[in-house]
């Protein structure tokens, strides 16, 4: 027959609870229990499988209680390990108090504890009679989750240094509250980052979460979505705990730890990835299964709602770990139905599920989403909030102080008061969509990240926070401008990985992991990768993780050390390298990407020589070409350039253009010449090469792309990627890098297009400037189309969310693209063709469209305010919401064309011709300069012929 065991937690080291341990297990030998206790567990950060299994399957416990054991970790873990299963299983705990001053933090102030003093055995024997031996349960599991997220949120330090909880500084989070319907719908569309009613108001995020799941109506899901750094993980561990004050049962679980192709039910996989403990600590799975059916039917109270004691929230569905080359898309369209079905619907009682990630046309195009379900946007902290938070950390700090615990800064609020201030200048008018300069210390993580960095830096706080890219710049340049000195002798003849060398590491690291299409790679991948690093690899290996690498590397600033932990989240090399936060591994890619061409153009200004090859030939090899499309074609290629990499891209170029004028000048013919190389198509072509005399055709460089997609890895799962896909990404990144550079750069250049070479094709002289003519000789349209043949792009197909400021596509051929939120200031569109196109919300500012066909197109909120229209065609041009003030629209042709609250105020429409048989819906002429005699209202339309017949007539005379 099993004894009954008794987990005895106590603080090593220290004699007073030693000689009360042996006094203890005396005691309970004697009296028939096994003992339970860390006898040959060596001390550290790691809890062994012993440690956890004693903890889940005790029949009681004892604490051991007294000063030294709260200041230590592994003991408060224990403390909520034992505290939370009690509430569930109910098993004795019992804590046995020191002579001496206690500090709990309130973990096991509920408990009835026992003084040691004279025969304490006695009584304690007394509260253990009837005992019996406990066997392991999915109680003793959920209770082990529960205490993780316990402590993860009220004890644990924040960042694993500060001397503060995230309970003593957290934020708390408002969002806007809209139902998808109201989002979706594309008549009324609300766009629910706005920060006003219309968008779906403000309100506290754990209040509304609470009110709808006590709503005995509500039967869906809920979706949190918000930017990197808004919160929305510590807003996970905020509602976990709130709920299990409530008395439910709460699941949290990140999206990065499913191992989606190994399972095939959601109650698997959520299981699977369900942690009791940090992510280098390997605990036992559960024995049995703990999503049954019998758990999710039981049924507890909230409010007036019946629903399930078990509560799941899934963090982060952006940070999916890719298998193989299954897209994103593909596999959260694969699982998210699965999830929803399996929790929302399943008959009897209701399960509360919420879902918490990124903004994402992947999640919208799930199918998870129906007209009834509540999407629930992060807000920015208000300045209140901001000023709050700053003084939650400054009070800790000082806290910390006054009890003896390490604060390794102070916070000055009088060196904040002029973010505060230029913080509350941008909230005050933050529906204005131009301005997010300082939207970046609206998030609690990048605040926080700003004020450390304002403590360590002597920049002008307000220019810091000015953009996010210059905030991340600032981290990186603190962190690589400390580098370079080992913290032991040992290291310091091997690893000197500061300055640049530091920042050169974590461009190989953010473009390999970023490469791959994922947020975490093994050791060995890294290592394959980086193999003619041996240096950093061997020091890597020897300090058990990047982190540790970097950080015995770089200990000459407290922010650096700190800014390391953000971006490396691995310990040691069984779990390989991992970003903290998505957000530093895109601008640090980002980096990577521009710092291929400043390494290129090293001492490099003016122009640069246009190779003399023919259009299907390769660049020399040695070349700055050849080099130039090596480089950025390996980054490039294999995943699409997504928006917020493409902002800090952006960034990055306008600030080195203003520095360097001369230098990128150089640069960009070089990206030109890039840009044509992919156009021509030479890396989809053979090329000749001369063997022994015998021409031999070498394969064209798209197959060594395709390898350099794959992993390196041996065990990693393969699908090849479709050499469509490599094509398309490349494409559509280095348009829109080249558009930009070309267009930052200073007008003053009036050089004309290079002759007798393939540069000709691609530039146009016009304007007072050089101008980045992407369609060569009119080829726009298909070199759309063979972007678009990938067959999905986050968002929208190309061009739309395109980056392409100032290109000339006079006389290209764009029929039937869809340019969404298509950004195009000051390009020349003389006598583009736009027929049957859409333009929804297309910054046209300062373009010149003279005699621009856009028969038949749809311009939905477009920004046409003063641009020249002059002989445009509008035949049967549908424009709403289009601002057309100031527009020159003479001798314009509006036949049967629908204006639909457009604004026209100032507009010159001399000799324009049609609007009497145009449709004028809630749209004013009056104020137009001499303006038609003749419109037709909105209530009288006339008799129009079918659409089809309408675009082939008109085709053929209007066109």
Same mark, same amino acid.
């Given at each position: 027959?099993?004894?009954?065991?008794?987990?005895?937690?106590?603080?090593?080291?220290?004699?007073?609870?030693?000689?009360?341990?042996?006094?203890?297990?005396?005691?309970?030998?004697?009296?028939?229990?096994?003992?339970?206790?860390?006898?040959?567990?060596?001390?550290?950060?790691?809890?062994?499988?012993?440690?956890?299994?004693?903890?889940?399957?005790?029949?009681?416990?004892?604490?051991?209680?007294?000063?030294?054991?709260?200041?230590?970790?592994?003991?408060?873990?224990?403390?909520?390990?034992?505290?939370?299963?009690?509430?569930?299983?109910?098993?004795?705990?019992?804590?046995?108090?020191?002579?001496?001053?206690?500090?709990?933090?309130?973990?096991?102030?509920?408990?009835?504890?026992?003084?040691?003093?004279?025969?304490?055995?006695?009584?304690?024997?007394?509260?253990?009679?009837?005992?019996?031996?406990?066997?392991?349960?999915?109680?003793?599991?959920?209770?082990?989750?529960?205490?993780?997220?316990?402590?993860?949120?009220?004890?644990?330090?924040?960042?694993?240094?500060?001397?503060?909880?995230?309970?003593?500084?957290?934020?708390?989070?408002?969002?806007?509250?809209?139902?998808?319907?109201?989002?979706?719908?594309?008549?009324?569309?609300?766009?629910?980052?706005?920060?006003?009613?219309?968008?779906?108001?403000?309100?506290?995020?754990?209040?509304?979460?609470?009110?709808?799941?006590?709503?005995?109506?509500?039967?869906?899901?809920?979706?949190?979505?918000?930017?990197?750094?808004?919160?929305?993980?510590?807003?996970?561990?905020?509602?976990?705990?709130?709920?299990?004050?409530?008395?439910?049962?709460?699941?949290?679980?990140?999206?990065?730890?499913?191992?989606?192709?190994?399972?095939?039910?959601?109650?698997?996989?959520?299981?699977?990835?369900?942690?009791?403990?940090?992510?280098?600590?390997?605990?036992?799975?559960?024995?049995?299964?703990?999503?049954?059916?019998?758990?999710?039917?039981?049924?507890?109270?909230?409010?007036?709602?019946?629903?399930?004691?078990?509560?799941?929230?899934?963090?982060?569905?952006?940070?999916?770990?890719?298998?193989?080359?299954?897209?994103?898309?593909?596999?959260?369209?694969?699982?998210?139905?699965?999830?929803?079905?399996?929790?929302?619907?399943?008959?009897?009682?209701?399960?509360?599920?919420?879902?918490?990630?990124?903004?994402?046309?992947?999640?919208?195009?799930?199918?998870?989403?129906?007209?009834?379900?509540?999407?629930?946007?992060?807000?920015?902290?208000?300045?209140?909030?901001?000023?709050?938070?700053?003084?939650?950390?400054?009070?800790?700090?000082?806290?910390?102080?006054?009890?003896?615990?390490?604060?390794?800064?102070?916070?000055?609020?009088?060196?904040?008061?002029?973010?505060?201030?230029?913080?509350?200048?941008?909230?005050?008018?933050?529906?204005?969509?131009?301005?997010?300069?300082?939207?970046?210390?609206?998030?609690?993580?990048?605040?926080?990240?700003?004020?450390?960095?304002?403590?360590?830096?002597?920049?002008?706080?307000?220019?810091?926070?000015?953009?996010?890219?210059?905030?991340?710049?600032?981290?990186?340049?603190?962190?690589?401008?400390?580098?370079?000195?080992?913290?032991?002798?040992?290291?310091?003849?091997?690893?000197?990985?500061?300055?640049?060398?530091?920042?050169?590491?974590?461009?190989?690291?953010?473009?390999?992991?970023?490469?791959?299409?994922?947020?975490?790679?093994?050791?060995?991948?890294?290592?394959?990768?980086?193999?003619?690093?041996?240096?950093?690899?061997?020091?890597?290996?020897?300090?058990?993780?990047?982190?540790?690498?970097?950080?015995?590397?770089?200990?000459?600033?407290?922010?650096?050390?700190?800014?390391?932990?953000?971006?490396?989240?691995?310990?040691?090399?069984?779990?390989?390298?991992?970003?903290?936060?998505?957000?530093?591994?895109?601008?640090?890619?980002?980096?990577?990407?521009?710092?291929?061409?400043?390494?290129?153009?090293?001492?490099?200004?003016?122009?640069?020589?246009?190779?003399?090859?023919?259009?299907?030939?390769?660049?020399?090899?040695?070349?700055?070409?050849?080099?130039?499309?090596?480089?950025?074609?390996?980054?490039?290629?294999?995943?699409?350039?997504?928006?917020?990499?493409?902002?800090?891209?952006?960034?990055?170029?306008?600030?080195?253009?203003?520095?360097?004028?001369?230098?990128?000048?150089?640069?960009?013919?070089?990206?030109?010449?890039?840009?044509?190389?992919?156009?021509?198509?030479?890396?989809?072509?053979?090329?000749?090469?001369?063997?022994?005399?015998?021409?031999?055709?070498?394969?064209?460089?798209?197959?060594?792309?395709?390898?350099?997609?794959?992993?390196?890895?041996?065990?990693?799962?393969?699908?090849?990627?479709?050499?469509?896909?490599?094509?398309?990404?490349?494409?559509?990144?280095?348009?829109?890098?080249?558009?930009?550079?070309?267009?930052?750069?200073?007008?003053?250049?009036?050089?004309?297009?290079?002759?007798?070479?393939?540069?000709?094709?691609?530039?146009?002289?016009?304007?007072?400037?050089?101008?980045?003519?992407?369609?060569?000789?009119?080829?726009?349209?298909?070199?759309?189309?063979?972007?678009?043949?990938?067959?999905?792009?986050?968002?929208?197909?190309?061009?739309?969310?395109?980056?392409?400021?100032?290109?000339?596509?006079?006389?290209?051929?764009?029929?039937?693209?869809?340019?969404?939120?298509?950004?195009?200031? !000051? &390009?020349? %569109?003389? $006598?583009?063709?736009?027929?049957?196109?859409? #333009?929804?919300?297309? +910054? @046209?500012? *300062? /373009?010149? =469209?003279?005699?621009?066909?856009?028969?038949?197109?749809?311009?939905?909120?477009?920004?046409?305010? !003063? &641009?020249? %229209?002059? $002989?445009?065609?509008?035949?049967?041009?549908? #424009?709403?919401?289009? +601002? @057309?003030? *100031? /527009?020159? =629209?003479?001798?314009?042709?509006?036949?049967?064309?629908?204006?639909?609250?457009?604004?026209?105020? !100032? &507009?010159? %429409?001399? $000799?324009?011709?049609?609007?009497?048989?145009?449709?004028?819906?809630?749209?004013?002429?009056?104020?137009?300069?001499?303006?038609?005699?003749?419109?037709?209202?909105?209530?009288?339309?006339?008799?129009?012929?079918?659409?089809?017949?309408?675009?082939?007539?008109?085709?053929?005379?209007?066109?």
């Amino acid at each position: 027959m099993l004894k009954p065991t008794v987990f005895i937690s106590y603080k090593r080291d220290h004699e007073p609870t030693a000689e009360a341990v042996r006094r203890l297990e005396a005691a309970l030998s004697t009296g028939g229990f096994d003992v339970l206790r860390d006898v040959g567990i060596e001390g550290g950060s790691l809890w062994s499988n012993d440690l956890y299994r004693w903890l889940m399957e005790c029949s009681a416990a004892i604490a051991i209680i007294g000063a030294e054991a709260a200041k230590s970790e592994w003991c408060r873990r224990e403390w909520w390990f034992l505290s939370e299963r009690n509430r569930l299983t109910g098993i004795p705990v019992i804590p046995i108090c020191l002579n001496e001053a206690v500090n709990s933090a309130g973990i096991l102030d509920r408990f009835q504890a026992i003084k040691v003093s004279g025969k304490f055995e006695a009584k304690l024997l007394s509260q253990l009679t009837g005992l019996q031996a406990a066997r392991p349960s999915p109680e003793s599991y959920i209770a082990a989750h529960h205490a993780w997220l316990r402590w993860q949120f009220s004890d644990a330090q924040v960042w694993g240094r500060e001397p503060y909880s995230l309970r003593d500084i957290y934020a708390e989070t408002d969002c806007g509250r809209l139902f998808w319907s109201e989002i979706a719908d594309e008549k009324a569309r609300k766009d629910p980052f706005k920060d006003n009613e219309a968008g779906g108001g403000r309100h506290n995020l754990v209040d509304t979460v609470v009110e709808l799941f006590s709503d005995p109506k509500f039967k869906e899901l809920i979706v949190v979505q918000g930017p990197p750094g808004c919160g929305k993980s510590a807003f996970t561990l905020r509602l976990a705990n709130e709920l299990l004050t409530r008395g439910l049962r709460p699941i949290l679980v990140r999206f990065r730890d499913f191992r989606l192709t190994t399972f095939d039910s959601a109650n698997e996989l959520i299981e699977d990835a369900l942690r009791i403990g940090p992510v280098d600590e390997e605990p036992p799975r559960p024995g049995q299964s703990i999503i049954t059916s019998d758990a999710l039917s039981a049924a507890f109270k909230l409010g007036k709602a019946q629903i399930s004691q078990l509560v799941f929230i899934l963090d982060g569905w952006d940070e999916v770990s890719l298998t193989g080359n299954t897209s994103y898309q593909a596999q959260l369209q694969t699982w998210l139905p699965r999830i929803r079905e399996y929790f929302i619907g399943r008959p009897g009682t209701s399960v509360r599920l919420i879902l918490t990630g990124r903004p994402s046309a992947e999640v919208r195009s799930s199918g998870i989403l129906k007209p009834n379900t509540p999407v629930l946007t992060v807000r920015h902290l208000t300045p209140i909030m901001l000023r709050g938070f700053a003084e939650a950390i400054a009070t800790n700090l000082k806290r910390a102080e006054k009890i003896g615990q390490v604060a390794q800064w102070s916070l000055d609020h009088a060196r904040l008061e002029a973010v505060f201030e230029q913080y509350e200048q941008w909230f005050s008018k933050s529906d204005d969509t131009e301005s997010h300069s300082m939207e970046v210390v609206g998030s609690p993580l990048l605040a926080y990240l700003t004020f450390r960095t304002l403590v360590e830096t002597d920049g002008d706080p307000a220019q810091l926070v000015a953009e996010p890219s210059a905030l991340y710049k600032a981290l990186v340049d603190v962190t690589v401008a400390h580098a370079g000195k080992g913290r032991s002798e040992d290291l310091q003849d091997t690893v000197h990985r500061g300055g640049e060398s530091l920042r050169h590491l974590l461009h190989r690291v953010a473009a390999v992991i970023t490469v791959l299409g994922r947020e975490a790679i093994s050791f060995t991948e890294l290592s394959s990768r980086l193999e003619d690093d041996t240096e950093t690899i061997d020091a890597w290996r020897s300090e058990q993780g990047l982190r540790g690498l970097v950080s015995d590397a770089t200990c000459d600033s407290v922010l650096h050390e700190l800014v390391i932990n953000f971006y490396f989240k691995g310990g040691n090399t069984n779990i390989g390298c991992e970003f903290l936060h998505k957000s530093f591994r895109e601008y640090l890619f980002a980096e990577a990407v521009v710092a291929v061409v400043k390494e290129l153009s090293q001492g490099m200004s003016g122009p640069l020589a246009a190779p003399k090859v023919a259009y299907w030939q390769d660049f020399p090899e040695g070349t700055p070409q050849f080099k130039a499309s090596r480089a950025l074609a390996r980054l490039l290629a294999p995943q699409w350039l997504t928006r917020d990499v493409r902002a800090h891209i952006l960034w990055l170029l306008n600030s080195e253009i203003q520095a360097e004028p001369g230098r990128w000048k150089w640069i960009g013919d070089l990206l030109l010449d890039v840009y044509i190389w992919w156009a021509e198509g030479v890396h989809l072509r053979p090329q000749p090469l001369m063997r022994r005399g015998v021409k031999v055709w070498q394969a064209a460089f798209i197959n060594e792309l395709l390898e350099h997609a794959l992993p390196f890895e041996l065990t990693a799962p393969v699908e090849p990627m479709r050499t469509t896909a490599l094509d398309a990404h490349l494409g559509d990144a280095l348009m829109q890098i080249t558009a930009v550079v070309h267009a930052s750069l200073p007008t003053a250049d009036r050089r004309e297009p290079d002759r007798d070479c393939l540069r000709e094709n691609y530039l146009r002289f016009g304007g007072g400037r050089r101008r980045f003519a992407p369609g060569g000789r009119g080829y726009f349209e298909s070199l759309c189309h063979r972007i678009n043949a990938a067959g999905w792009r986050p968002g929208v197909f190309f061009p739309g969310n395109a980056y392409l400021p100032a290109i000339d596509l006079n006389g290209e051929n764009c029929r039937v693209l869809d340019f969404e939120l298509t950004v195009m200031t !000051g &390009a020349s %569109l003389r $006598g583009t063709q736009f027929f049957g196109s859409t #333009l929804y919300h297309v +910054n @046209l500012h *300062g /373009a010149d =469209l003279n005699g621009v066909n856009l028969l038949s197109a749809r311009l939905l909120h477009c920004d046409l305010s !003063g &641009a020249p %229209l002059k $002989g445009a065609n509008l035949v049967e041009t549908y #424009l709403q919401g289009t +601002n @057309l003030s *100031g /527009a020159n =629209l003479e001798e314009a042709n509006f036949r049967d064309s629908v204006l639909n609250r457009c604004t026209m105020t !100032g &507009a010159r %429409l001399q $000799g324009a011709i049609g609007l009497d048989t145009a449709m004028i819906i809630e749209t004013d002429l009056s104020t137009t300069r001499e303006g038609p005699r003749r419109a037709k209202r909105a209530g009288a339309p006339a008799k129009r012929k079918s659409s089809v017949d309408v675009r082939s007539k008109s085709s053929q005379k209007d066109a």
